[in-house]
């Protein structure tokens, strides 16, 4: 699997410049009879995401914007050429051209469909995402809920312009649910996942209808490939039904993903739960701890791991994914509540997928990625603008737009 591209397009023409209005644009594109899904997010700013099948693929400058615009609508060469030094003077032809093939060849990369992979996380996009005018996040988390209360909330999103939905799936969750929640998000043109406990997904015949609806990725939750572990942690007779889901998924063509959760009883088998799904065709695996405050009591705990022992074990991690070569991914760590058993916050999982995510519960609150769990808002009741610059995202994007070390640094 290549790596994502991480490009800024900036040209070195006068200031004097039109951007293109900010937005969420989408396009379809075949290659090999296989469609990639293009979403093309421009911020105030006039810089902008590409995404493909929701991975964060290119960052690029306002000119930069433009003309992957004109090329994902099939518009001429020389149209782009010529919007674009209508747009930005001082723009010669000849470095307007070469600028366009620049990223005519980023579009053309992105429709291999290894590079397919949809997810997003703040260590593949890099900080310096958020020297951008970040406008929404880029994905959303969204309990499973009835159609009249799902359809309204996602043509709201879509018209903010969140591009990507993971629905969560409680236990037992109802089938038509489900298949109409992902029909929905398909029929606005957003990219779909699920995230399922593979008993609940292996409901009758829930799997083959939620790929014909159009899902783009199911993330199903293992904790180990030790049957007693998993089957603590999920239920009895979970651990069965995994190996023949995830076929099954791969089989219907949808993406697959296995999400671990990281308590004391997961970390001993990790190397091997990773490297045995590794030979199903898993390649890529989210983790989020559940962590207990340093002094709390064993018994409180139940499993869940020390504050202070989770930089070894993020570095252990780490170390253990790279050798796989498996592409990894960190998920807010969820702290634990002694009010409910481990098992109920391993079901319940993270917040949402990532730093550049959100929670959207189904009332349309909407809860940052980390931090207390807080409303900054409401879809329906508040202007987005409004949520957007609330304390809890002012401060959360201030911290993670400052990063420690070097992004381009060894």
């Known amino acids: 699997m290549n790596a994502q591209l991480r490009r800024w397009l900036i040209p070195t023409w006068g200031k004097e410049a039109r951007a293109i209005a900010p937005g969420l644009y989408h396009y379809m594109r075949a290659s090999d009879g296989l469609y990639t899904r293009f979403h093309l997010r421009v911020e ?5 995401l590409l995404l493909a099948n929701a991975a964060a693929a290119a960052r690029l400058s306002p000119a930069g914007v ?3 615009k004109g090329l994902l609508e099939e518009q001429e ?6 919007a674009v030094q209508s747009r930005f003077k001082g723009a010669s032809p ?23 992979y949809p997810i997003f996380n703040l260590d593949e996009l890099n900080p310096t995402v958020f020297e951008s005018q970040l406008f929404a996040p880029l994905e959303v988390s969204i309990p499973l809920a009835a159609p009249d209360q799902l359809v309204p909330l996602l043509d709201r999103l879509w018209q903010i312009g969140i591009p990507h939905v993971t629905f969560l799936a409680p236990e037992n969750p109802d089938l038509a649910y489900l298949v109409q929640a992902v029909e929905r998000a398909e029929d606005l043109g957003m990219i779909a996942g699920v995230r399922s406990r593979v008993t609940d997904l292996a409901q009758g015949k829930l799997l083959r209808d939620v790929a014909q609806a159009g899902v783009d990725h199911i993330t199903v939750i293992v904790a180990s490939m030790n049957e007693e572990t998993h089957d603590t942690l999920l239920g ?15 089989a219907n063509e949808v993406y697959p993903m296995v999400e671990i959760p990281l308590v004391e009883s997961t970390l001993p088998d990790l190397g091997e739960t990773l490297a045995a799904l590794q030979t199903r065709g898993v390649y890529t695996f989210s983790f989020f701890a559940i962590v207990a405050p340093d002094g709390l009591d064993d018994e409180v705990r139940a499993g869940a791991l020390p504050a202070q022992a989770m930089p070894q074990t993020a570095d252990w991690i780490e170390e253990t994914a790279d050798q796989l070569n498996v ?10 509540d002694p009010r409910q ?17 959100a929670r959207i519960e189904v009332n349309g609150d ?31 994007r201030e911290r993670i737009a400052a990063p420690t070390r070097c992004p381009d640094c060894p």
Request: proline share 9%; glycine share 8%.
């Open 66 to 68: 433009v003309m992957a």
């Open 366 to 396: 909407v809860i940052p990625p980390r931090g207390p769990h807080q409303s900054a808002g409401n879809v329906f009741r508040d202007e987005w603008q409004t949520i957007w610059q609330h304390d809890a995202f002012t401060r959360y």
């Open 77 to 82: 060469e020389r149209e782009i050429v010529t």
């Open 341 to 357: 058993p481990l098992v109920a916050q391993v079901l319940q999982g993270p917040r949402c997928s990532g730093d550049v995510a």
């Open 236 to 250: 009895r007779g979970d651990y069965s039904y995994v190996l023949p889901m995830l076929a099954d998924i791969q």
């Open 94 to 116: 000849d470095v307007v051209q070469a600028d366009l093939q620049r990223v005519a060849g980023i579009i053309h990369t992105l429709l291999a469909p290894e590079d397919n």
């Open 44 to 48: 105030p700013d006039g810089r902008g």
């Open 327 to 336: 592409r990894f991914l960190w998920q807010p760590p969820v702290q634990r």
